[in-house]
């Protein structure tokens, strides 16, 4: 699969949605934005371009402060594809 621009859902608040849920999308094809906060395990798989933790590709869309929530409940401050 690849990056779909024409399919992707925004998953701006991390900490509502199952990390199950987001194997399923992923799985299913479609390209996600998500909302993270740039820590060191993210800022290395944004380095890599692959983020082990959801076994997908991943890339940096934009830096912009308070724009969801990250999956550990801090303020996202970056906004990136993920895709498979």
Not at 35 to 46: P, R, Y
């Amino acid at each position: 699969m690849s990056k779909d621009l024409n399919n992707v859902v925004e998953v701006l608040d991390m900490t509502k949605v199952e990390i199950q849920e987001i194997q399923n999308m992923l799985e299913e094809g479609k390209t996600l934005l998500i909302a993270l906060e740039n820590g060191e395990h993210v800022a290395n798989s944004l380095k890599e371009g692959y983020s082990n933790f959801l076994g997908a590709n991943i890339e940096l869309k934009e830096e912009k402060e308070n724009c969801g929530v990250c999956g550990c409940g801090k303020p996202a401050n970056i906004l990136a594809y993920a895709w498979k």
